[in-house]
């Protein structure tokens, strides 16, 4: 029986292993045998890597095929950094293509590209689902994210009402860069939404066995 992670997105190895899912880039992944990985391409790190190259096309979907990689990510859309949008984009359909013939889920780094983003979503027509992790827009974005099939993943820092207006069933918490505890999240969370913290944690332990697991 594995240990599902509660923490669906952080960039260090949690103190548990196996109660996060480690995000990691295709040169920096070195699974342990009882950790949970995504693999994936960051908008910030698009000139370190030759993504339209064959073999390193070869070696990053083999890296995705990895039994202990649960998703590819953090990919996606950044209007602040100088990578041109068209470039963001072609590389994030890539991505989204290799979670879609992988079976995985896709974890989402979205800033100020929400229209883009469903704009290639409604291209793509992904069955795996795409997730955009580190929200921390207002309610109404995050309501109009959610209507178009998206999940969404609340870390340190968040607007109270977008959480806590959010279906139960397309939500997830993470730690990303912070310092913060998960623990701590979920019962801020948990106090955010209303509900007790175990109650929360059964929700987003079922959207990760559903979303990650399959079941």
């Given at each position: 029986m594995p240990r599902y992670p509660i923490d669906i997105h952080t960039h260090r190895l949690p103190a548990v292993p196996g109660e996060a899912i480690v995000c990691c880039q295709p040169d920096a992944?070195?699974?342990?045998?009882?950790?949970?990985?995504a693999v994936g391409i960051h908008p910030w790190r698009l000139e370190v890597y030759d993504w339209t190259d064959a073999a390193f096309k070869a070696h990053f979907e083999g890296l995705v095929r990895h039994p202990r990689v649960l998703a590819v990510g953090e990919a996606g859309l950044d209007k602040l950094v100088a990578v041109p949008l068209d470039i963001q984009t072609?590389?994030?359909?890539?991505?989204?293509c290799v979670a879609e013939a992988a079976g995985k889920p896709l974890v989402l780094h979205l800033v100020k590209a929400a229209a883009e983003l469903l704009a290639l979503k409604?291209?793509?027509?992904?069955?795996?689902?795409?997730?955009?992790?580190?929200?921390?827009?207002k309610a109404q974005l995050a309501q109009d994210l959610v209507r178009h099939g998206l999940y969404l993943s609340f870390g340190?820092?968040?607007?109270?009402?977008?959480?806590?207006?959010?279906?139960?069933?397309?939500?997830?918490?993470?730690?990303?860069?912070s310092d913060?505890?998960?623990?701590?999240?979920?019962?801020?969370?948990?106090?955010?939404?209303?509900?007790?913290?175990?109650?929360?944690?059964?929700t987003v332990s079922r959207n990760v066995r559903?979303?990650?697991f399959g079941h």
């Open positions: 992944f070195c699974p342990q045998e009882d950790g949970w990985y072609d590389a994030l359909r890539y991505q989204a409604r291209e793509l027509h992904p069955r795996v689902p795409w997730i955009v992790h580190g929200f921390r827009g340190a820092h968040y607007q109270e009402e977008a959480l806590r207006r959010m279906p139960a069933d397309r939500l997830f918490l993470e730690t990303d860069e913060v505890p998960i623990a701590d999240l979920y019962e801020r969370a948990a106090l955010v939404r209303g509900v007790t913290c175990g109650e929360l944690t059964e559903s979303v990650f």
